[in-house]
């Protein structure tokens, strides 16, 4: 089985350097345009047996962009962003007001300290959603969610506390994993992969 990780296309908060976590900040034009073209990438595959979406309005957007709004999905609130307590806030007024605690924090995808959410609380999140997709017994899922969720999954895959890893995750690249039942592992396919189309 194959599970396809779409981050949203880019967000009003991308653009603007502001903090996200759970708000609902809608996509730029920029964010749909990448959104039609990576969902023009994955009209050509094989389609998917079932479709999962974060259910803030990012992610949400960039589904109906992508796929269309008549496509069937499942909205998953597993899926979500870390939760950073910091939604609309500018990065450089949290650096300002917190220092290294709040730069730190954003390293370690950890904001437990600030009331929000930690890397066990998002990492039990995201085995209750591997779970679900295995129980699923399907050969083809895509979820449509956010980088702080791509970088967790690798992490959960490869072994690696997500403290650890810092890996870029674009708008809109598609990150692929693959189940193999027989020996109940997950391995990495691809990561951060922007489509050219021609």
């Known amino acids: 089985m ?9 967000s009003v908060a ?11 900040f ?13 969902g023009e990438y994955l009209r050509r595959m094989k ?5 999962y979406v974060s259910d803030l309005v990012r992610t949400r957007q960039t589904f109906e962009c992508a796929f269309g709004p008549e496509t ?7 899926i979500r962003e870390v939760h950073a307590p910091f939604a609309g806030r500018s990065f450089a ?11 730190a924090a954003m390293r370690r995808m950890d ?5 929000g959410e930690g890397p066990q609380e998002l990492a039990a999140r995201l085995l209750a959603f591997r779970d679900q997709v295995v129980a699923d017994n399907l050969e083809r899922v895509a979820a449509v969610c956010h980088a702080g969720v791509i970088r967790a999954f690798l992490a959960l895959t490869v072994g690696v506390p997500s403290t650890e ?17 027989n020996e109940n592992t997950w391995r990495l396919r691809h990561y951060n992969w922007i489509p050219e189309l021609e």
């Open 72 to 78: 069937e999905h499942v909205l998953c609130p597993l």
């Open 2 to 10: 194959k599970l396809y990780l779409i981050r949203h296309g880019q």
């Open 93 to 103: 007024e949290l650096v300002e007001e917190y220092g290294p605690d709040y730069q």
């Open 47 to 51: 389609p998917f047996d079932k479709i």
């Open 26 to 38: 809608p996509l730029t034009e920029l964010g749909r345009e990448q959104a039609r073209r990576v």
């Open 165 to 181: 890893l810092r890996p870029f995750t674009d708008n809109c690249s598609i990150s692929v994993f693959e189940y193999d039942r």
């Open 111 to 115: 904001y437990s300290a600030f009331g």
């Open 14 to 24: 991308n653009r603007d350097h502001i903090s996200a976590g759970w708000g609902e």
